[in-house]
């Protein structure tokens, strides 16, 4: 850079502090710092599957970002599934259950890996695969945006086996 333009810059930039002051710049420098840097990051981090039966599998949900999320919510859509001779196509639920309140920085929880469907303990679905939209909050000082990730989700039977696979979109 040639020294007149960074005189420019010097000049500017000590007229801007003294009008702003230096508190609120930085204020805002640490604002859009945390809101760009260390915003919340939910992602499925693996699947627990707790017994042999593919219905009381878990979705071990971690926020991988540096900053807490609030008020995690899920919402599932294109949910097509068959029990027994029962078969239920293209359904859909928002704002399922009771949100999570606080999921803080490389915090996990688990959820259903079939939401909100109530079956006996025991039951074994033949095929499942549905939309995943996870929502929760940023909050920062005076500000709060809704954030979310969405993950196809899908359960792949063979024999006794079954693994659930999940891609993120």
Known sequence: MSPEIIDQLLGYGSIALQVFGATSILGIIGFLTAYYAFPPNITIEEVKDKTKNNFESRLVVKNIGKIPAFNIILDFSKMNFTV????????????????????????????????HIGMPAGTNVNTCDYILKIKYELRLPFYKTIMDKIWHIELRNSGDEFVWQVAMR
């Open 84 to 115: 027994g001779g029962i078969s239920m196509s293209d359904c859909n639920s928002t704002d399922c259950g009771i949100p999570i309140t606080k999921l803080a920085a490389g915090e996990t929880t688990e959820i259903p890996a079939l939401p």
